[in-house]
């Protein structure tokens, strides 16, 4: 797990609960359609397990 991931928020965090908002928040995510590049770590893939309904995720392999 050594390479980068594309996550994308792809579903409003309206009427969502605080624990999710902080998740996206803790991703780096603020806006809807909106993509962040992150290193593939056992906390970062944990995060987006726990809101996998919001978002996307993309493996981009190494050094991307």
Do not use: C
């Amino acid at each position: 797990m050594s390479g980068t991931l594309r996550i994308t928020l792809v579903r409003g965090l309206s009427g969502r609960n605080e624990y999710h908002r902080r998740v996206v928040k803790g991703l780096g995510l603020t806006r809807t359609n909106r993509a962040v590049v992150r290193q593939d770590t056992p906390e970062i893939r944990g995060m987006v397990e726990k809101v996998k309904f919001l978002v996307r995720m993309e493996e981009l392999g190494e050094g991307k």
